[in-house]
Structure formats: C-alpha cells, structure tokens
C-alpha cells in the first residue's frame, strides 16, 4: 500500500492565483482531514470528511474549499491564494470510525508559498 | 489558552539518557495521540491511548485521565530520536478530529 499520498511536495502561487491539492489514500479509509502546519503553530484542521459527498469544516476554512467524490481522493482547492495561506498542507486519513482506537495516517506534506 | 499545552518546549540531550515530554489538556477526550515528525518534515503516529500505559521499544507513553496529562518516555536516547514530538487530543464525539499541541523540538547530541 501507498499510504496516503500527495502532490505536489513544493507549489509557489501568486497572489490570487488558484491551485488544488491533491490526497489519495489507499487503505479503504473512511475519514480523512486537511490540516495546515505554520511554523511555531500546532496543526490546525482546515476540513475534514467522513465519507464519499459528506464533508465539514474545521477550525480555519476560510479561502478553501473541499470536495470528497470517491473514497480515496480528498483534493483541497485554494481560489484566490492570499500570503496568509503560505503554510505546509497535511493531509490524513482513519479507518472505521466512529472510534478512539484508530491513529491517523499522514501524506508527506506539500509545502505552499503565496508571494 | 490552548485546549493542548507541551512542556517543556524544547529539549536537548545527551545521548543515552531518560527523557521525558509532558503533555496537558483541558477538555474531555476519548484518545490521546503522539506523533513524531522528523526534519523531513514527515508525520508518522507512535501512541494512541486512552488509559493507562503503552510501551514500543524503547518509547513509552502513559495517561492519567483524572488529572487530563500525559508523558512520552524515551529511554537510552539516541541521535536518531532527535524530532519534533507532537501531542493530540481527540475530544469526545469528535468524528475522529485530533487538536494538536505545538510541538516539542527534541535534540539527542551523541
């Protein structure tokens, strides 16, 4: 198995420029999440999902976007990329939830730079 | 306040030694995670509990729920320990959301 995958590893956008991040996995998980790493910061959870067409937002949505049309795709869209938005993206998934007994596995990170 | 505090906040060592990472929070949770993230930047999980006491190799990580802490071990500390030790909580009826402490940067000198 691949794990969780993601692409791209590096992006520079301008401002205002659009993108979308790409996450597969391959474990046949249910959940999966997109958070965003600032230096200094904890993770923060931008959106999450709980299944194929059902997603909800975290805790910093604000200027993205998600869609969840298969059960392995999770893409993260950005519309109009602002400097605020310069972070490193995670994306995550869990197996069979609801539960506490399942760790979170996490794609290799894309580092995004808004200039 | 965050809901996830880490103390302390960064850690050097010799190699060879007891170390340990503390970890407090301030809300009901069903699981406690802790993760590593190397300077490649990777993610990877090493504990999830929610009782008790754990143990893989030479990590070890324990929780007391009555007093919402727990603490990351690492005996005989090596170089290649060295990473950022992350601490999540995920709260009660969360769909499996995690909250993420900021992280301990951890530095194991040979």
């Known amino acids: 198995n691949a794990g969780v995958t993601q692409t791209p590893k590096f992006r520079i956008l301008k401002i205002g420029q659009s993108m979308t991040l790409q996450c597969a996995q391959d474990?046949?998980?249910?959940?999966m999440y997109w958070y965003r790493q600032d230096p200094g910061m904890g993770l923060k959870l931008i959106y999450y999902s709980v299944g194929a067409g059902i997603t909800d937002k975290g805790e910093v949505p604000n200027g993205y976007n998600v869609s969840r049309s298969t059960t392995e795709d999770f893409p993260l869209r950005l519309e109009l990329a602002a400097p605020s938005q310069t972070s490193v993206y995670f994306c995550?998934?869990?197996?069979?939830?609801?539960?506490?007994?399942?760790?979170?596995?996490f794609g290799p990170g894309t580092r995004l730079t808004v200039l | 306040k965050n809901e996830v505090e880490q103390s302390p906040q960064n850690l050097t060592a010799q190699e060879g030694e007891f170390i340990t990472i503390n970890c407090s929070y301030s809300?009901?949770?069903?699981?406690l995670h802790w993760l590593q993230q190397h300077p490649g930047g990777g993610i990877v999980s090493l504990f999830m509990?929610?009782?008790g006491k754990k143990k893989h190799g030479r990590l070890i990580a324990t929780i007391n729920i009555q007093e919402k802490h727990s603490s990351l071990h690492i005996t005989a500390s090596h170089p290649r320990d060295s990473a950022v030790y992350i601490c999540a909580v995920e709260a009660a009826g969360a769909n499996s959301k995690l909250t993420f402490g900021k992280g301990i940067t951890l530095s194991v000198r040979p």
């Open positions: 995550a998934s869990t197996g069979l939830a609801p539960s506490s007994y399942n760790e979170q596995f």
């Open positions: 509990l929610s009782s």
């Open positions: 809300v009901g949770i069903s699981a």
């Open positions: 474990m046949n998980h249910n959940y």
